[in-house]
């Protein structure tokens, strides 16, 4: 009892100061915090090992709050125990004061916590619903392969659980036997604009656990006894994959804030009163005269994490040679999805923190070629035809200092543009390579192409992220030197970055000793009439009516603009050159090259005439390449005669 006691005694000092909090701010979520008190409280003050005075302690186990918007009652404990905040070098311990400044500017007290805005207790930003979950398979699967005794324990609430990510999530730790990640379910029956669904309700979502493998505790959320017994029996083990099912109540012990209505609504002023009141009559009820033991908070027994074996990487001919593929040097020809696919090998081998993960298209995306290595395959991560679940995941693996690679078709990685931004959110040190990039693949159709992803990546690439570089580079190699090289790069540098490569073999523009950089671009023909921009596959139809433009008496000029954003003057210049005439191509819809070409000559203050040939129209099926350009305006003949008409030397 004295335990239940001190429980409950503390969860509810938490959940008058979440109210506190909240009311001071004029907005947060109290009611969903006070759900998670007594969870919270034997979580933060007896079964998980941390060091509150270094929150994000390498091997400490982990809290993943999947439901952000409940973070005040976190907060409130960070307060209680005086656990310490701020950026690196700057920590310091939390204090009531900072609780009075929850969601302001110069807060780290984010109204969703956000381990970059200095909450190092957390490991990725939350608050998009559905998400937190797959970040704590990522965090399992690292502690698994340093051979850490790390627990992972996950807070989903009822109403986000409809979440698809959510499924996938579950599947996947299923498939992976993710035995030291706990998730629980927080059913407090309610969401933001009313109840949740019964199919989200307690008796569905054990029975739906259950159908899927999992072993399922289903308790009262506010019983400390129960509480403490369930995490007993994860961190026992020998269960198997296993989750709770916490029956909660949003607003527990003030009634008069229960029920709906009261979603992201803190009371304030003879409301707030009545609410504290509520809560210490509550507390009286079921304390009594019982004197609370105290709670022990166990700090982890592994100092630190182990640290990553790294080489230097070979070069591209050297991998080639190394990987069985000699017969490519020979050909002269690779496809640049084939290249990353000896990149992302080669970098397994060089460097035991880089990990793979891909989408059920590994033999397209030729990570295969990491999968079945056996020296390396422990470090590839199949995640079936799931991306969200699957950046969110590498998300995890990222939090744990890992360098996650993602591969898919680029055109499902739209599935999961929202993972990939709360990811940047995050700080996360992650790498994406979208394969069948454009309209190159003809005849899958478009259902198949990536034609919107350049335009939304860039826009990533638009803000500094927390380190002062681009939120993410977007990178598209022309041939299998600069696909090789990029890949490399990108593993080097920290943060993230997104990489587009082409299903067809391309001939090879480049070789050893051409230098790929992040912010880069290469100047292959230098004219003086007309300067083409363009990137990836059609690098090599803009090099193609190179030629024709020649025998028309004009000199143009050629740059692969394979980075974006990409360092302006040298463009600039190179356009001044060329009578600041611009013609952009790219297999892809707007909002991408052109615009970044486009921006850069008009910030420049500089007259320019800049055209743009893109994909104008949505692609149908074609038999093959030329087909598909031809379809779409983008063959080198079709390049030839808008160079020609920009010019003046053709009317139509």
């Not at 000092?13 to 915090?33: F, I, K, N, V, Y």
């Not at 982990?62 to 656990?83: K, N």
């Not at 927080?186 to 307690?202: F, H, I």
Request: charged share 20%; aromatic share 8%; proline share 4%.
């Amino acid at each position: 009892m004295s335990f239940e006691a001190a429980v409950h005694s503390k969860a509810i000092r938490l959940d008058t100061l979440s109210l506190q909090m909240c009311a001071e701010a004029g907005s947060g979520h109290p009611t969903t915090a006070m759900s998670l008190g007594q969870i919270v409280t034997v979580l933060m003050y007896h079964s998980m090992r941390w060091v509150p005075e270094d929150p994000g302690y390498p091997t400490s186990d982990r809290l993943v709050l999947s439901e952000g918007h409940a973070v005040p009652i976190v907060y409130a404990a960070f307060a209680d125990l005086g656990a310490h905040v701020g950026g690196d070098g700057e920590r310091r311990p939390t204090t009531m004061t900072d609780l009075d400044e929850f969601r302001a500017t110069d807060s780290p007290l984010d109204g969703h916590p956000n381990p970059r805005e200095g909450f190092p207790f957390f490991d990725a930003a939350t608050g998009s619903l559905g998400q937190g979950l797959s970040s704590a398979a990522g965090l399992g699967l690292a502690a698994r392969l340093d051979g850490l005794d790390q627990r992972i324990f996950c807070i989903v609430g009822d109403g986000e659980s409809r979440e698809g990510q959510i499924t996938e999530a579950l599947d996947f730790i299923m498939d992976h036997d993710l035995t030291n990640v706990l998730t629980i379910f927080n059913c407090n029956a309610y969401g933001q604009a009313g109840s949740v669904s019964e199919q989200q309700g307690p008796e569905r979502t054990r029975a739906r656990l259950e159908a899927s493998g999992f072993h399922v505790l289903d308790i009262d959320g506010h019983d400390p006894a129960a509480i403490k017994a369930a995490f007993d029996a994860f961190i026992e083990g020998g269960h198997g994959p296993m989750a709770v099912v916490a029956r909660t109540v949003k607003g527990w012990g003030a009634p008069s804030i229960q029920g709906d209505g009261w979603h992201g609504k803190p009371p304030v002023g003879e409301a707030l009163e009545q609410c504290i009141e509520e809560l210490d009559a509550t507390g009286a009820s079921l304390i009594g005269s019982m004197e609370g033991a105290d709670l022990a908070i166990y700090p982890p027994t592994i100092e630190a994490r182990p640290a990553p074996a790294v080489r230097d990487c070979l070069s591209f001919p050297d991998a080639l040679r190394r990987y069985g593929f000699e017969s490519v040097l020979e050909s002269g020809q690779l496809a640049t999805r084939r290249a990353y696919g000896v990149a992302l090998r080669e970098l397994g081998h060089a460097n035991s923190g880089v990990c793979a993960l891909d989408a059920d298209t590994c033999n397209s995306t030729f990570a295969q070629w990491f999968r079945d290595d056996a020296e390396i395959s422990d470090r590839f991560f199949e995640c079936k035809i799931a991306e969200q679940n699957m950046v969110s995941v590498g998300l995890g693996l990222a939090a744990a200092g890992k360098v996650p690679f993602c591969s898919t078709f680029a055109k499902f990685l739209t599935r999961a543009y929202d993972q990939v931004e709360m990811a940047m959110n995050s700080g996360a040190n992650m790498k994406f390579v979208g394969s069948h990039s454009g309209i190159s693949l003809a005849a899958d159709g478009p259902s198949q192409m990536s034609l919107p992803d350049v335009a939304w990546f860039r826009s990533l690439g638009s803000v500094a992220d927390h380190n002062g570089a681009p939120g993410c580079y977007v990178l598209q190699p022309a041939d299998g030197y600069a696909a090789y090289a990029l890949t490399l790069q990108m593993a080097e540098h920290e943060g993230m970055c997104y990489m587009r490569t082409h299903r067809p073999d391309v001939e090879f523009l480049y070789d050893e000793n051409t230098e790929f950089r992040l912010g880069g671009m290469e100047v292959l023909t230098e004219g003086r009439d007309l300067l083409i921009v363009s990137a990836g596959y059609m690098v090599h139809e803009c090099n193609k009516a190179l030629d024709d433009l020649d025998k028309l008496g004009i000199d143009a000029s050629l740059i692969d603009l394979y980075s974006l954003p990409f360092e302006e003057e040298g463009l600039l210049d190179l356009a001044n050159e060329n009578g600041g005439m611009v013609l952009v191509v790219e297999d892809n819809y707007g909002g991408g090259l052109f615009s970044a070409v486009a921006e850069a000559c008009v910030q420049s203050g500089d007259a320019f005439t800049v055209e743009q040939l893109a994909v104008k129209r949505i692609p149908k099926s074609a038999r093959g390449e030329r087909e598909i350009l031809e379809q779409c305006g983008l063959h080198h003949e079709q390049i030839t005669r808008h160079a020609a008409r920009i010019l003046g030397l053709v009317t139509a």
